[in-house]
């Protein structure tokens, strides 16, 4: 017997706003197929905060903020704000490292790499592969009893919940003061109410529809199951109808991308494995971080280290490639991602029993 795919006006709504938008900041001034972003979006919030020296990236991005601030409104509205925590942080917190690391590599989040093949970007494709076999491994450690817990709510601690909202708070006043002058240097980025406002509304959205970039692809793999892949379908089609609108729909080569596929599709396996493992892609973590989900907030935290990392010692990709140095970094990766599945098995941290 088929099974029935139930529409889904959330995840429908959500994907088709967040393909058009992403499009759209484009025309409006952020850089080449990187209209949305997140991890991008993070690592030049770190920059700006002084985590890495490189002024070419480092800007405080509105839509991060505007994220955090929508998915606060919507959970305030809908009575979900919690302060949650506790599902081994301290894994939590590598695993971020490792994502904040490999976007480095790959140049890009789950939402950019969907976001450039809808543009023409066949480079991405290699890193679509790379998510399918993290699903596929990620399959594997859940048989073998994977888990690294479940974020608890402390009834004494709800004040804790506002953290996130207040971080970003502090970011729009930085971002509007601009003490250090970071952010009147950098010129590559839509107006500062566009970007606010579109990372309100994605905000409030990606609270309501739950939305994740990797969901559709972990639920079609391990359950076969269409439900939430219809929200990336949807941004894949209004996105690349947009890029075809705004001129920027270019087959072949694009800007601020490489073809050096392996590691294109090395790095975003640990991308998409490390976020399948937290629960969501950084958007959804993002999202869940601004309802007072800490789990969430300290796997962010894990990415500015990331990235600090990858910058300060030059171990990073770039249009032209990536050196020998940052292989390394990716192959390290893998390694450390895999050892952590391993160990939070309930054959390996159990009692015992296979």
């Known amino acids: 017997m088929e099974k029935k795919i139930m529409l889904s006006p959330g995840l429908l709504i959500t994907g088709g706003v967040m393909g058009f938008l992403f499009a759209f900041l484009v025309k409006m001034g952020n850089p080449a197929n990187m209209g949305i972003c997140v991890l991008c979006f993070y690592r030049d919030i770190a920059g700006a905060i002084g985590l890495h020296r490189v002024t070419a990236v480092s800007y405080i991005r509105p839509e991060i903020i505007g ?14 704000m919690r302060a949650t925590f506790g599902a081994k942080p301290l894994w939590r917190f590598i695993i971020g490292i490792l994502v904040g690391y490999n976007a480095l590599i790959f140049l890009g989040c789950p939402i950019r790499m969907f976001g450039r093949i809808s543009a023409g970007d066949w480079t991405a494709l290699f890193g679509l592969l790379g ?39 502090v970011l729009l006043i930085l971002l509007i003061l601009d003490p250090a002058g970071v952010n009147k240097k950098h010129t590559a980025h839509a107006p500062l109410l566009i970007s606010l406002g579109a990372g309100i509304l994605l905000g409030i959205l ?14 079609l ?13 949807t941004f894949l089609i209004v996105a690349f109808i947009a890029n075809l609108a705004f001129g ?3 087959p072949g080569a694009h800007p601020v991308a490489h073809a050096a596929h392996l590691w294109n599709f090395l790095s975003m396996f640990v991308i998409g494995l490390g976020s399948i493992m937290l629960g969501g892609c950084p958007f959804k973590q993002t999202i869940m971080a601004s309802r007072g989900n800490l789990d969430s907030l300290i796997a962010i935290i894990g990415m500015f280290t990331g990235f600090a990392i990858g910058h300060n010692l030059a171990i990073v990709a770039s ?3 990536v050196p ?9 990766s893998i390694i450390i991602i895999s050892i952590i599945g391993f160990i939070n098995t309930t054959r390996t941290e159990g009692t015992g029993k296979s």
Not at 206 to 219: A, I, K, N
């Open 221 to 233: 793999v391990m359950i076969k199951s269409f439900h939430r892949v219809q929200g990336t379908i």
């Open 248 to 250: 920027q729909f270019k």
């Open 131 to 169: 998510v399918i076999v993290a699903v596929v491994v990620f399959n594997y450690f859940v048989k073998s009893g994977l888990s690294l817990g479940r974020s608890l709510e402390s009834k004494n601690t709800q004040f804790l919940a506002w953290i996130t909202p207040l971080i970003a708070i």
């Open 206 to 219: 990606g609270q309501w529809s739950s939305f994740c970039s990797l969901g559709g692809t972990l639920d």
């Open 67 to 80: 994220f955090i601030i929508g998915g606060t409104i919507f959970a305030v509205l809908a009575n979900q």
């Open 319 to 321: 249009p032209k490639g």
């Open 324 to 332: 020998s140095s940052a292989m390394i970094g990716v192959i390290i």
